[in-house]
Structures are given as structure tokens and as C-alpha cells.
């Protein structure tokens, strides 16, 4: 019973970690053909809201790429160079949105010319921390439950082998 309790613990703490790390990989926006060769856009978040957010395009990383944002149809883009990292695949970017709206995002290789598909994205504001939190306040009630439930089997368990030892 004790090597099941230990197992519990360790699958309810990889599961509190995958969470806290965003493990989701995030979530394609747009694919691409750059010279023959699919490109794929990843965003991450998930939900685009204020605040970071992280950019990963797989496929081409051997040309230079700039991502654009325009958060609104008369503001000037603002573009961010994309770099490589040797521990993963593709060439990122990690920016900010700061306005609530909709946003335009789009990818150049090389010069701009403006013919990159752009794709779409309404930043919603960002939630208020107490709701952030709200699961991490209850995670703690299934696991007491289960705890209890243990306790009261082995008690149970104490009682009978207790009581066969009297008869």
C-alpha cells in the first residue's frame, strides 16, 4: 500500500510540473511554402492575451527570418529577428503583445516583399491573477481524499488482522 501512495504523489507532482512549464507546445497558426520547403508557425500560448507569448516556425531555419507584428491596421510593424537554439527545432522568438485587439502576424524571409500569408489573432486581456490561481487553491482537496481513503484501508486492514489474532 505504501508503494501505491508513493506512486500517487510522484504522478500528481509530474502533473503539477507539466502545468506550471505550459508542456502544451503551443499551437500552429499558419503553414507555408518557402522555396519548395513547409514551414509551419507555432504560437505559445495557446490563447493569444497580453503579455509574453513565444514564436517557434519549423521547417526553413537556414534563412534569416523576421517575424512581424502590427497590432493595429495603422500602426507601423514591428519586427523581431528570430534566432536558433541548439536544444530545439526551428528558430524562435519570444515578444509581448500590449494592446487588446486584433494583431496581425506574419513571417519575411530574407527582404521584405510582403507576400508572406498573414494571419489573424485577437489578443484578449489577460486574466485576473485570482483566477489563475483558482486551481492551484483546490488541488490540494482530491489528494487529502485519497490520503483519507488509504488511511481508512489500512486501519481497516490493522482492525482485521488484529482481530484474527484473538479468536
Not at 34 to 58: K, Q
Not at 73 to 96: F, K, L
Not at 120 to 136: R, S, T
Amino acid at each position: 500500500m505504501r508503494h501505491q501512495s508513493q506512486i500517487l504523489v510522484s504522478i500528481v507532482s509530474l502533473a503539477i510540473a507539466a502545468a506550471k512549464c505550459l508542456g502544451d507546445g503551443g499551437v500552429p497558426i499558419a503553414a507555408m511554402d518557402v522555396n519548395g520547403h513547409r514551414c509551419t508557425l507555432i504560437m505559445s500560448p495557446a490563447t493569444p492575451e497580453i503579455g509574453p507569448v513565444s514564436f517557434t516556425l519549423l521547417g526553413r531555419s537556414d534563412l534569416p527570418a523576421m517575424l512581424y507584428l502590427q497590432p493595429s491596421p495603422s500602426a507601423t510593424p514591428i519586427g523581431h529577428p528570430m534566432v536558433t537554439d541548439a536544444r530545439t527545432p526551428g528558430v524562435h522568438v519570444q515578444t509581448q503583445f500590449t494592446d487588446v485587439g486584433p494583431c496581425q502576424v506574419w513571417i519575411e524571409f530574407g527582404d521584405p516583399s510582403g507576400t508572406s500569408p498573414r494571419v489573424e489573432l485577437f489578443v484578449n486581456a489577460a486574466p485576473p491573477a485570482w483566477q489563475v490561481f483558482i486551481p492551484w487553491i483546490f488541488c490540494w482537496i482530491p489528494l487529502a481524499g485519497l490520503l483519507a481513503v488509504r488511511a481508512g484501508v489500512v486501519r481497516s486492514t490493522n482492525y482485521t488482522s488484529a482481530m484474527r489474532g484473538t479468536e
